[in-house]
């Protein structure tokens, strides 16, 4: 049996799991690949695992895969696999577990960084600069959670441990339990309008997809952050270059992007007031040892015909 680790970047999937423990050969691609080049890479394989939603399993190159008999996705969700294609196939599609605090923490760094232009200071005193800027503080602000789920609500209660005034928006907010952790349940409008770190914790679905828009942004206060560590496409990044350009907000700290990889000559790479971050909000050891260790686990349990963690 063939097995292909997809998007390897780091080339560390190796030695988070025993995958020697499977009767297989296995290969894992440490570049991003597409097309051509993606389906050769796949042509013979039996099982594929995909890292989260780096690389999309479409309808088309399942069909593309006559050998394949098992899609492995770290995470317990993936929008790039077209799941309903693979059953279709008889392929399952199995998830594994995650770390919700991987991506907690990496908020916050991205809040720090942003709010005390921690990039911007190391850069100075590497070209022998000293103190260049004066950094927000984050004590009696307020901080707008769009998205008070499992992930908003603990990012909602450090905001607080920080001394920061949470309110919160989404479009099925519970507004009893945002009472029930000290956050106040406001309108989107109210959010974007007061606060001075807005947070997004939502998932990417049609509903979302460039829900933070031009006007959103247009409402947003010229001294306020925005901090995106959920999915690229919540936001229209083309509105967003627009107001960094022009000044209109503080900074925006971004770890998700509507293309990934980002493209090398993507205008945000030279976009001014931006903290960024190449996807790394579930990319710690922690993270990888759940997600590749529960793979294997998926993979021995698919070939021994026991019962394994089908997604849908």
């Excluded at 297989?24 to 993606?38: I, P, Q, S, Y």
């Excluded at 099925?172 to 947070?199: I, P, Q």
């Amino acid at each position: 049996m063939r097995i292909v680790v997809l998007d390897d970047y780091q080339q560390v999937a190796a030695r988070h799991a025993d995958w020697d423990s499977l009767d297989a050969e296995v290969t894992f691609l440490d570049r991003h690949l597409e097309g051509a080049e993606l389906v050769e890479a796949l042509g013979d394989a039996e099982v594929v695992v995909a890292m989260r939603e780096r690389t999309p399993i479409t309808a088309d190159l399942i069909a593309l895969l006559p050998k394949l008999q098992l899609i492995v996705t770290t995470g317990r969700r993936n929008a790039s696999i077209d799941v309903a294609a693979a059953r279709e196939r008889g392929i399952p599609v199995c998830g594994t577990a995650g770390l919700a605090s991987s991506t907690l923490e990496h908020t916050w760094a991205l809040i720090l960084s942003a709010a005390r232009h921690i990039p911007d200071e190391d850069r100075s005193m590497r070209e022998g600069g000293w103190q260049t800027t004066v950094g927000t503080g984050l004590a009696g602000r307020t901080l707008g959670v769009i998205g008070l789920g499992r992930l908003g609500s603990q990012v909602a209660t450090i905001g607080q441990a920080f001394g920061m005034d949470v309110i919160a928006w989404s479009q099925n907010l519970d507004a009893e339990h945002a009472r029930s952790m000290g956050v106040r349940a406001v309108s989107k409008d109210e959010l974007l309008a007061g606060s001075d770190v807005v947070t997004i914790h939502l998932v990417s679905s049609a509903r979302t997809h460039h829900l933070v828009g031009a006007a959103e942004l247009a409402a947003m206060r010229p001294t306020a952050y925005l901090v995106n560590t959920s999915r690229g496409p919540i936001v229209d990044t083309a509105a967003l270059l627009d107001v960094l350009r022009a000044g209109r907000i503080a900074g925006a700290a971004i770890d998700v992007y509507d293309t990934e990889p980002l493209p090398a000559d993507h205008p945000l790479r030279t976009a001014p007031r931006t903290v960024l971050t190449p996807h790394l909000g579930y990319v710690t050891d922690d993270g990888y040892d759940v997600f590749f260790r529960e793979a294997v686990e998926d993979i021995a349990a698919w070939q021994a015909g026991a019962p394994i963690r089908v997604l849908g």
